[in-house]
Every structure is written in C-alpha cells, then in structure tokens.
C-alpha cells in the first residue's frame, strides 16, 4: 500500500461506478469532498453518469481509472469479478482495492453460496495476485438507500489483512455518511458476503426496504 491511499487528497476510483452501488458510493464521497473517478467498461456511459450525479465527479473507462486512482474500490456483480479484475490487475499493483462483491449466484440469491476460495475477496486476492492491498467492505448496504441523503443508520463491516488498509476504507466509510468498522482479517469477509443472502431473505420475507446491519454496544475506536 503506497502512503498516497492515506492522504485526503488521495484520488477514490470506483471500478463499475456506473452502477448502483458504485454510482451511490461515488456520488456520497465526492459530495464529502473527496476526489472520485466513476469507472466503466465504457468511458462515455462513465462521464454520462459523473455529470448526472455532479459533485465534481469525473468518468473514465475501468483500466483509465485505475490506472489514475490511489485507491480502488471494486463494485461489479459477481459474474463480472473475474474480467473486470483482470483489466485493472496491471494498475492496482501497491494499491488498496476494496471489493465490495457478493457471491449471488441467481436465481437462489437468498441461499448462501460461497465460491471455493472461501469468499469472494479471497478470490479477489488471488486474482489481482501480489502487490495489491485486498479490502473488502459495503457488502450489507442497500445501494437505494445509500444513493439517497438520508442517514440510513447502517455500519460497514471493513475486512483485510492489513490493518492500515482497512483504516482507509473505514475512514471513507465514514465519510460516506455510514459508520465503518474493522472486521478483522480478509478470511472474515464471508461472514458479510453469506450475510447478504440472508438479508435478502429478510427483506422479502418481513417486506423490509433494505434490511442492514447495525452493531449495538458502546465501541471504543481502536488504537492506531
């Protein structure tokens, strides 16, 4: 990880930004005034929705943005992780990348299937190979919900191996208006990944617009 991802000027890249989640994580961050790049497989569609969604944000294709972020922050469904991390693998090197995929195989989406490597950020890992940072985070959030101003009163469970990587992503969890917490290490992130499906079931099962997640207790914030 370079000492750039830490900075607050430090250049957010969404990797499929033209999505709802990436779309709704763009627009938040850059309205808290941080710098974002929208990513896509088109550049156009990119720019299209950076002007649609203002805030000074600007659109890029995948590769162009990577290759221009200091931290990349992933959010295409799961049949698109494999190509999509391919393509900006040869840019993400000493970088943080932050994946936010869920393993949903349709049409069971409500019924937890986690791919062979344990997660879909230890696929990530794998996939991106050495030199780049895996984070993983926003699994638990309804991307409706967060491309609104509201407080939605959802916290965001950060996982990864490299404590001062995921204090990056939990920092810019916060400033998303949500309320990040460190998970532990990237082998936990199935727990949030499964953890989707479940809510998924909750929501059609209680007709729940969003269902989240919310840690009670009184947190102490952990030494640096």
Known sequence: MTTAAA???ATIAIIGGTGKLGAAIGRRLAKAGRRVILGSRSAES???????LGFGLTGLGNA???QAGDVLIVTVPFSAQDATLAEIAPHAVGKIVCDTTVPLVPPKVMRVQMPGEGSA???AEGLLGEGVTVVSAFHNVAAHKLATDDDIGCDVLVFG???AARSVIVTLADQAGLRGL???ALANSAAAEALTSVLIFLNKTYKVDGAGVRITGELVPPAD
């Open 161 to 163: 191996d490299d404590k």
């Open 46 to 52: 990119a720019q299209a929705k950076a002007a649609e």
């Open 7 to 9: 900075s607050p000027d």
């Open 64 to 66: 162009e943005a990577a």
């Open 121 to 123: 950020a230890q696929r």
């Open 182 to 184: 460190h998970g532990g």
